[in-house]
């Protein structure tokens, strides 16, 4: 009777490694979703819809490399809203969704892969301005612009700043050329990209005031094997150089 029962237990121990092999076989792949996050991800045609071929930026060049070189399918697909893409990331298995910051609160409902790139937060100056900063509160002094309804801005409003905000963050960079504001408080590189779209160049960081890294999260189903993979072309990418060639091309 042991043995029957032992027998039985191994048999399905193999028919499950099976299952198990076969969720990984060239067959297998991903839903990757994104939003629009310049310049890590974007719509070509701007809009909050678009998928395959009409996405590009830093993190989609990154991923698609990632995943030609793991050898694992996929399909993409840019929507809105944010809130969106991530809960059918942490509740559908297979699901993926970049870029985003590996918070602690977030760790455990996730496999993830990176870091992609940064995001960091800068206050930048024209290449002209004498203004140098030790610290936030310096800037207080200063007129500062910033995106309406970003976390940048709300950030600097919690702080005691009187942001002068503009609809759109491009706005600023043409405020900062014209004098209109001092200091524009921005992502980095997103205000390096924005600046560059409004024919802005030579912007200065007077002050780097939080650093983080962005990722790609991975529903907690996905087999380890494809989360192995996809890290390790990831660091071979990084090595080569292939991550920073990405970066400076849209910068």
């Known amino acids: 009777m042991f043995k029957r029962i032992l027998l039985a237990w191994l048999g399905s121990g193999l028919l499950l490694a099976g299952m198990a092999r076969a969720e990984v076989g060239p067959d297998y792949s991903m839903v990757l979703l994104t939003e629009n996050f310049p310049p890590y991800n974007m719509a070509i045609n701007g809009k ?8 590009d930026g830093i993190a989609v060049d990154i991923v698609r490399e990632m995943y030609k070189r793991a050898g694992i399918n996929y399909s993409l697909t840019l929507r809105f809203p944010w809130d969106r893409i991530y809960k059918l990331a942490l509740e559908k298995p297979d699901y993926g969704v970049f870029v985003t910051a590996r918070l602690p609160d977030r760790e455990a409902s996730f496999k993830w892969v ?35 309804g970003d976390a940048i801005a709300d950030y600097l409003t919690q702080h005691g700043f009187e942001p002068v905000v503009a609809l759109r963050d491009q706005e600023n960079a043409g405020k900062l050329q014209q004098g209109d504001i001092d200091l524009w408080a921005s992502g980095d ?57 990405v970066i400076k091309s849209y910068l």
Not at 134 to 140: G, P
């Open 48 to 55: 909050n819809f678009a998928q395959e071929d009409n996405i």
């Open 189 to 245: 590189p997103a205000g390096r990209y924005l600046a560059k779209q409004a024919g802005v160049s030579g912007l200065k960081t007077v002050l780097r005031f939080n650093s983080d890294q962005l990722y790609l999260a991975l529903n907690k189903e996905t087999p380890d094997e494809v989360v192995q993979k996809l890290q390790a072309a990831l660091d071979k990418m990084r090595a080569e150089g292939f991550v920073d060639d």
């Open 114 to 148: 990176g870091p992609i790139g940064p995001d960091d937060w800068v206050l930048l100056a024209r290449s002209d301005s004498s203004i140098t900063l030790k610290s936030l509160d310096e800037a207080k002094r200063y007129k500062v612009g910033a995106y309406k």
